[in-house]
């Protein structure tokens, strides 16, 4: 099944046509799908649901449209990609933008108790300086060991975050269902929530839902590529000024 033939002559044709290449067009079964995806659905083939392309490229562009604004300004947005297929994915996008970013378990409180977030990356800031500058000398062997065990556990919790000083503008993730506590932390302080959905989210919830196939590489790929490349272009307006 192929994008709707509505899409053909549209502006959004390419875009809809490297959706469809991506795989981003499919869905799950209808007997995972939530209620408020009804309406982005086209159709079924194989008993799998597909995604109505051209609903998702309307989508697609209104979330890239906002990315652009918050980049236009300077300020930051957390790229946040727990699941397997996203995680390299969205720590790779996140490093070429100079973005904060967490592609392992969402610590509970990263939001909510950001002071005290903070604290744990000073403090793994200050271990790893102290170590690169020979200053845990004065520590036993045993004592530089736990350490180093602790430096290790603080990166993987908090490495991602390093360049996050303030609370962030926008949190973009891979499937909100999967990343249900971090959308729920940025909803309570009102942090805009972009993300790329399956059929089985609530669109309802998140500011600028994007259905689409949130559990293929390719397509996980692709809207991240998407929304890199929307703040990159909102970036060249501050290094005009």
Same mark, same amino acid.
């Given at each position: 099944?192929?994008?709707?033939?509505?899409?053909?002559?549209?502006?959004?044709?390419?875009?809809?046509?490297?959706?469809?290449?991506?795989?981003?067009?499919?869905?799950?079964?209808?007997?995972?799908?939530?209620?408020?995806?009804?309406?982005?659905?086209?159709?079924?083939?194989?008993?799998?649901?597909?995604?109505?392309?051209?609903?998702?490229?309307?989508?697609?562009?209104?979330?890239?449209?906002?990315?652009?604004?918050?980049?236009?300004?300077?300020?930051?947005?957390?790229?946040?990609?727990?699941?397997?297929?996203?995680?390299?994915?969205?720590?790779?996008?996140?490093?070429?933008?100079?973005?904060?970013?967490?592609? @392992?378990?969402?610590?509970?409180? $990263?939001?909510?108790?950001?002071?005290? %977030?903070? /604290?744990? *990356?000073? =403090?793994? +800031?200050?271990?790893?300086?102290?170590?690169?500058? @020979?200053?845990?000398?004065?520590? $036993?062997?045993?004592?530089?060991?736990? %350490?180093? /065990?602790? *430096?290790? =556990?603080? +990166?993987?919790?908090?490495?991602?975050?390093?360049?996050?000083?303030?609370?962030?503008?926008?949190?973009?993730?891979?499937?909100?269902?999967?990343?249900? *506590?971090?959308?729920? +932390?940025?909803?309570?302080?009102?942090?805009?929530?972009?993300?790329?959905?399956?059929?089985?989210?609530?669109?309802?919830?998140?500011?600028?839902?994007?259905?689409?196939?949130?559990?293929?590489?390719?397509?996980?790929?692709?809207?991240?590529?998407?929304?890199?490349?929307?703040?990159?272009?909102?970036?060249?307006?501050?290094?005009?000024?």
């Amino acid at each position: 099944m192929e994008p709707t033939t509505t899409a053909q002559n549209t502006p959004n044709k390419a875009l809809i046509d490297s959706m469809f290449k991506a795989g981003a067009h499919f869905a799950y079964a209808r007997s995972r799908r939530h209620p408020s995806a009804k309406p982005f659905i086209f159709g079924v083939k194989n008993r799998v649901e597909i995604f109505d392309l051209e609903k998702t490229s309307e989508s697609l562009e209104r979330a890239k449209a906002f990315v652009t604004s918050i980049a236009a300004t300077g300020k930051q947005i957390l790229f946040v990609g727990g699941k397997s297929e996203s995680r390299e994915i969205v720590k790779n996008a996140a490093l070429s933008l100079g973005m904060p970013y967490v592609s @392992g378990r969402w610590i509970g409180g $990263t939001f909510t108790n950001f002071p005290e %977030i903070r /604290r744990r *990356i000073e =403090k793994m +800031e200050t271990l790893v300086s102290q170590r690169e500058k @020979g200053e845990l000398g004065k520590y $036993t062997k045993k004592e530089r060991l736990l %350490i180093d /065990r602790e *430096i290790v =556990k603080l +990166e993987q919790f908090f490495g991602g975050l390093v360049s996050m000083k303030e609370m962030p503008k926008a949190l973009f993730v891979i499937d909100q269902k999967r990343e249900n *506590i971090a959308v729920t +932390e940025a909803q309570k302080i009102g942090i805009p929530v972009i993300s790329l959905s399956g059929s089985d989210c609530n669109l309802k919830e998140v500011e600028f839902p994007i259905p689409g196939n949130d559990a293929s590489l390719s397509s996980i790929n692709f809207f991240v590529s998407e929304i890199v490349a929307a703040f990159k272009e909102g970036a060249k307006s501050i290094k005009k000024i």
